[in-house]
Nanobody
């Protein structure tokens, strides 16, 4: 099992930026694809972005393409979600997640991920 801890959430005005970080420990972080999901009040948890175990591929939800960027630093066991041009509809709790299996490309399904962080709140005011 891998332990994941998110940080970097907060309150920002529309059009602003935030940088979320996820620190991983426990398993060999560099072997696992990683992802970010979010959940707004009263809504299902939804896919935001993911990155392959080696950083070779990335995938994004259509709603964040061109505004969010996912990256990873395997030497530091971290994955980062850079969020620019934020909109009020981006308001949610953001969760970091690790793949269930090793050496896979970027994934988009919730069931592909077996380890989750506790989440960090992002609030975008209009």
């Amino acid at each position: 099992q891998v332990q994941l801890v998110e940080s970097g959430g907060g309150l920002v005005q529309a059009g602003g930026s935030l940088r979320l970080s996820c620190a991983a420990s426990g398993r060999t972080f560099s072997s696992y694809a990683m992802g970010w999901f979010r959940q707004a009040p009263g809504k299902e948890r939804e896919f935001v972005a993911s990155i392959a175990w080696n950083g070779g591929t990335t995938r994004y939800a259509d709603s964040v393409k061109g505004r969010f960027t996912i990256s990873r630093d395997n030497a530091k066991n971290t994955v980062v979600l850079q969020m620019d041009s934020l909109k009020p509809e981006d308001t949610a709790v953001y969760y970091c997640a690790a793949d269930r299996w090793t050496f896979r490309p970027a994934l988009i399904g919730r069931n592909d991920f077996g380890s989750w962080g506790q989440g960090t709140q992002v609030t975008v005011s209009s």
